[in-house]
């Protein structure tokens, strides 16, 4: 079993800055791949970002490709999604999910709560 906290979400203003991070519990954080989704009102769930067990692949869609980097931090069992540029239309509950994959992300079976990201214009 393994619980991810998400934490680093806020109000910010269009072309700042926002770090999320998502904390997990249990010892087979490493051997995870790792993902982070967003989902905005009335919008479907989209995967923003991946990142392979050892950190050494990764994968970002096309809408925040060269504005977020993922990263990963074994021994502290946390994952990160550096943000930015920040753009009104990033505004979202950001989670965090866990596939029992090695390398991608494409049936999550862990799911944090989620943060609020809220981008002013």
């Known amino acids: 079993q393994v619980q991810l906290v998400e934490s680093g979400g806020g109000l910010v203003q269009a072309g700042g800055s926002l770090r999320l991070s998502c904390a997990a519990s249990g010892r087979t954080f490493s051997r995870y791949a790792m993902g982070w989704f967003r989902q905005a009102p009335g919008k479907e769930r989209e995967l923003v970002a991946s990142?392979?067990?050892?950190?050494?692949?990764?994968y970002y869609a096309d809408s925040v490709a060269g504005r977020f980097t993922i990263s990963r931090d074994n021994a502290k069992n946390t994952v990160y999604l550096q943000m930015n540029s920040l753009k009104p239309e990033d505004t979202a509950i950001y989670c965090c999910a866990a596939d029992t994959d090695r390398t991608v992300v494409s049936s999550p079976r862990y799911w944090g709560q989620g943060t609020q990201v809220t981008v002013s214009s």
């Open positions: 990142i392979s067990w050892s950190g050494g692949s990764t």
